[in-house]
């Protein structure tokens, strides 16, 4: 089994300041690591994903995350963040690359970054 | 990156009436489509998955008679909600999966916000 949590409803921060966005995981096996972000009424877009290699991973507008294996977690992060940036955020995680696994992902954070 | 589209992108219908809602992935082959149905402020609940040419799976507590899903093409998935009632009224996602490159990622479509009256 496999899950995803993502301790806070919501973050708010200052435009200009930098964000992290919390997800920690759990799975039986090697974990695949996505994050997506969706704005109003929109499907999810795709941001950044770990799947081996660098623990740093550098996705689309400038997010960023950290594979933690001992934490267990995959945080995402901007050093600056945008007003634009403002939008809900998922977490996802699979245990099964190549397989036909299927995606966990967390309940959501709601993102507010204010002028 | 790979695209999925949705169609429609809203729809209004009455209590009783079938919904079909189609998924698209435009310029890749996606051997495996994900329905998902999200309501608001809330995650993604998959509801089912489909691989080209077989019954999809459903997920448990998901009514495979009132939730139809055909993926007759590696281009095409559609879901058809049948007999739609109220409290059938959500967004509903799909996401694709496809051979080669796209293997190990999911791309989804925009969504499809039904209401029923």
């Given at each position: ?27 039986s ?8 972000v ?5 499907g ?26 001992s ?45 | 990156?790979a695209?999925?589209?949705?169609h ?17 992935s ?39 008679d ?29 996401s ?5 490159i ?8 925009p ?5 029923v009256?």
């Amino acid at each position: 089994a496999q899950s995803v949590a993502q301790p806070e409803d919501q973050v708010n921060v200052a435009e200009g300041n930098p964000l992290t966005v919390k997800c920690t995981y759990s799975v039986s096996g090697n974990p695949y690591l996505f994050w997506y972000v969706q704005y109003p009424n929109r499907g999810l877009q795709f941001l950044l994903k770990y799947i081996t290699g660098d623990n740093l991973v550098k996705g689309s507008y400038g997010f960023e995350a950290e594979f933690n294996k001992s934490q267990t977690s995959f945080h995402l992060k901007k050093p600056s963040a945008l007003v634009s940036d403002s939008a809900l955020y998922f977490c996802a995680v699979r245990d099964d690359l190549f397989g036909a696994g299927k995606s966990t992902f967390g309940d959501g954070t709601t993102l507010t970054v204010k002028p | 990156g790979a695209v999925v589209s949705q169609h429609p992108s809203w729809v209004i219908c009455k209590s009783g009436t079938s919904v079909k809602i189609e998924c698209r992935s435009l310029d890749f082959q996606a051997t495996t489509m994900f329905w998902y149905r999200q309501f608001p402020k809330q995650s993604l609940m998959l509801m089912a998955t489909s691989n080209e040419g077989s019954k999809a799976t459903y997920e448990q507590g998901v009514e495979k008679d009132k939730f139809l899903i055909n993926h007759a093409s590696l281009t095409l998935s559609t879901l058809t909600v049948t007999s739609a009632h109220p409290e059938d009224s959500s967004f509903y996602i799909c996401s694709a999966r496809g051979r080669d490159i796209t293997y190990n990622e999911q791309f989804f479509g925009p969504g499809t916000r039904l209401t029923v009256l």
